[in-house]
């Protein structure tokens, strides 16, 4: 089974802040990877599928790149809004174990 | 559009058994691997299981092998998830997904 790891699992940033998520997979993937913010009581949100695309209504500062091994999420300019976990996940397989991206 | 929809949860008690099913709509949904996936109140996702275009291939996360079955019948777009001797660790969200494509869920509550 491919698995995934996720760095950092914390990350404490500032609104305005460059953020960026890293996953890497045991194997190549391809693109075959999403993103995903989790706010508590909350659907999970699709942000980026197919390692870079930007599903549709979310936002142009959240951005997402790589394939193979190595994807990265990117936020560009952190919005208060964007305080929340984050999850990769290898299409219908694991999920990174998430980044929780709260306030310094 | 791609629909999912969910259905089967409910309240069982431990070591009771409960069958989920997902359907398809908007895809062609024999060309699609498919999983389910949960989510645990207060915690994060988690990978359940998946299945092959065929049904020949199934996979499962380690905590659940043995105890849950997953299953597809293409000729209605169909995937389901078989749960027996489920445990309170079992309780979530569950939703069904194919790649980015998820459900809106259905809850599992394993409780006495």
């Known amino acids: 089974d491919i698995q995934i790891t996720q760095s950092p699992s914390t990350l404490s940033a500032s609104v305005g802040d460059r953020v960026t998520i890293t996953c890497r997979a045991r194997q190549s993937i391809s693109t075959w990877l999403a993103w995903y913010q989790v706010k508590p009581g909350k659907a999970p949100k699709l942000l980026i599928y197919a390692a870079s695309s930007l599903e549709r209504g979310v936002p142009s500062r959240f951005s997402g790149s790589g394939s193979g091994t190595e994807f990265t999420l990117t936020i560009s300019s952190l919005q208060p809004d964007d305080f929340a976990t984050y999850y990769c996940h290898q299409y219908n397989a694991y999920f990174g174990p998430g980044t929780t991206v709260d306030i310094k | 559009e791609v629909q999912l929809v969910e259905s089967g949860g409910g309240l069982v008690q431990p070591g009771g058994s409960l069958r989920l099913s997902c359907a398809a709509s908007g895809l062609s949904f024999s060309n699609y691997w498919m999983s389910w996936v949960r989510q645990a109140p207060g915690k994060g996702l988690e990978w359940v299981a998946n299945i092959n275009l065929d049904g020949s291939r199934k996979n499962y996360v380690d905590s659940v092998r043995g105890r849950f079955t997953i299953s597809r019948d293409n000729a209605k777009n169909s995937l389901f998830l078989q749960m027996d001797t489920l445990s309170g660790e079992d309780t979530a969200l569950y939703y069904c997904?194919?790649?980015?494509?998820w459900g809106r869920g259905t809850l599992v509550t394993v409780s006495s």
């Open positions: 997904a194919i790649n980015q494509f």
